[in-house]
T-cell receptor, first 114, second 112 residues
């Protein structure tokens, strides 16, 4: 099946630093999504991207849908301790008729040192 | 807000038991999904359903079955629990093919 390569696998940063993570695929996606999972909870949607080249912000978070439609990145500016968690990228393509199914990256574990 | 509710946050079951994990959503979503999450392996799709009484296998369906008798409820069944099914189980739902998933809070299952 389709695969998303998400990097880095983990990050350990100091409070106040900026963070960048990305996802790449060999397949084209029509939608990119970024989720955050707090410890012991389910993932929560942060940002959704629907158009190639689209750049969208949500507070200190910014995400972009790559021009090639095969990648996306998420930036977090001025990190704070509550940013800790696992961040997942997810993509949706329209191939095979299963256009309601998402493909997930394996996640980036973010630790913020106060 | 859309809510996806999983019936238990924590479960401990014995090897060989039949286990039911329940998931209910309150926003009339057609699509529902069951994932398991293990460290280093990310989210792996077990089964999904795009309509009442419809189900499709995901990437790791072995040892599991599902039931969707009503639109709002999607149940995951472990026919005979084994220790390698100890995991975090996440239910999700979505509307159509455009929007993202809404996840439940998860059920952490331990099989002893």
């Amino acid at each position: 099946g389709q695969q998303l390569n998400q990097s880095p696998q983990s990050m350990f940063i100091q409070e106040g630093e900026d963070v960048s993570m990305n996802c790449t695929s060999s397949s084209i996606f029509n939608t990119w999504l970024w989720y955050k999972q707090d410890p012991g909870e389910g993932p929560v949607l942060l940002i959704a991207l629907y158009k190639a080249g689209e750049l969208t912000s949500n507070g200190r978070l910014t995400a972009q849908f790559g021009i090639t439609r095969k990648d996306s990145f998420l930036n977090i500016s001025a990190s704070i301790p509550s940013d800790v968690g696992i961040y997942f990228c997810a993509g949706r393509s329209r191939s095979g008729g299963s256009n309601y199914k998402l493909t997930f990256g394996k996640g980036t574990l973010l630790t913020v040192n106060p | 807000d859309v809510k996806v509710t999983q019936s238990s946050r924590y479960l401990v079951k014995r090897t060989g038991e039949k286990v039911f994990l329940e998931c209910v959503q309150d926003m009339d979503h057609e699509n529902m999904f069951w994932y398991r999450q293990d460290p280093g392996l990310g989210l792996r799709l077990i089964y999904f359903s795009y309509d009442v009484k419809m189900k499709e296998k995901g990437d790791i369906p072995e040892g599991y079955s599902v039931s969707r008798e009503k639109k709002e409820r999607f149940s995951l069944i472990l026919e005979s629990a084994s220790t390698n099914q100890t995991s975090m189980y996440l239910c999700a739902s979505s509307f159509g093919g455009t929007y993202g998933y809404t996840f439940g809070s998860g059920t952490r299952l331990t099989v002893v």
